[in-house]
């Protein structure tokens, strides 16, 4: 197994969450597509000034099996997922 990022690992091909091991994707799918995803709007956020953009969101991956925090990203409402395509 080796490991993709701090959250996120590859084994035989998959990538796998790297806490619970449980297999996300193909190599060449979405992991994102198969995580958990919850959307926070920005402007809800403590601390959030008036400036802040109010459709912007943040979005939170988590592990489906473990709920573990994989990855997050800041989108505009119906924006494609950010894909880091991992090679290898
Ligand atoms: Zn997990």
Redesign the pocket.
Known sequence: MSRVSMTLARENGRI???????PLAGGSESWKARAILTEVSVARLPGAGLGVEQEVTIRRFS??????L?DSETALPGEPFLEDVVLG
């Open positions: 796998c969450c790297a806490s619970c091991k449980m592990c489906p099996s473990c709920g573990a994989l």
